[in-house]
């Protein structure tokens, strides 16, 4: 097997407030694979979305390694770290944060417009992104004119416009209903079998079974690492 996509070795994150430390996580080492779909599970305060914010590069271990496609990035510079951020995760968050003046269509576009790609390639890539999620009549649109599932759909979209090798997802069925979040569960599980490699961090079990991996925490620890139970789709 060659290169993870990611990967955490010993990796501590410890806040201070005032006097205080509280450890989000500690000692977490792990390997994410090219083409997995992994649910990372547990309660709330478990240490789930902190993980996620390192995994991503959005925020720095206190102490440990993060390694994507193989790069130490931990002591890299924030400019470096957000260039290989932006090359390699694609992050789809519960609030959905598009933005409320531009369209779907702009939307989309945006991170390949901040990277600077060639504008048709941008337009090629945008109209394809939104046959993929099912969004083609709704380009014009703006985010408030759009259902949540829409908007989810616009937001998967997005951060799959600049190609990247792995897509970060932190409750994105968090303000959702139950049957919408089955429908964007379902694109994940499809974008999986194109052969995306894709992190789920939920507290809903039937939401995790679509991911072929589990990875449960409690007070920052993994407690269990292994195959998940996967449900048909």
Not at 35 to 44: K, N, R
Not at 136 to 151: F, M, T, V
Not at 191 to 212: P, S
């Amino acid at each position: 097997m060659g290169v993870p996509v990611l990967e955490l070795r010993n990796v501590w994150k410890v806040y201070k407030m005032d006097s205080v430390e509280v450890t989000a996580i500690r000692d977490i080492s792990l390997k994410i694979n090219d083409g997995e779909f992994v649910a990372v599970v547990g309660a709330s305060g478990s240490g789930k979305s902190t993980a996620l914010s390192i995994m991503g590069a959005l925020d720095v271990p206190t102490k440990g390694g993060v390694f994507l496609d193989g790069t130490e990035i931990t002591r890299l510079s924030e400019s470096k770290i957000a260039r290989i951020r932006g090359k390699t995760i694609g992050f789809v968050f519960q609030t959905f944060n598009l933005h409320p003046t531009l369209n779907v269509f702009e939307n989309i576009a945006l991170p390949m417009r901040i990277h600077e790609f060639p504008d048709s390639r941008i337009n090629s890539r945008v109209r394809e992104l939104l046959g993929l999620v099912g969004l083609e009549q709704r380009e014009k649109h703006l985010p408030a004119q759009l259902s949540g599932g829409e908007r989810q759909r616009v937001a998967v979209a997005r951060a799959l416009s600049t190609e990247p090798s792995m897509i970060l997802a932190d409750e994105p069925t968090g303000n959702l209903d139950s049957k919408t979040s089955l429908e964007i569960m379902k694109l994940f599980a499809e974008l999986n079998r194109k052969g995306k490699t894709i992190v789920l961090v939920t507290h809903e079990m039937n939401l995790a079974a679509y991911a072929g991996r589990r990875i449960a925490l409690s007070d920052g620890k993994i407690v269990f690492d292994g195959k998940n139970i996967k449900r048909g789709n």
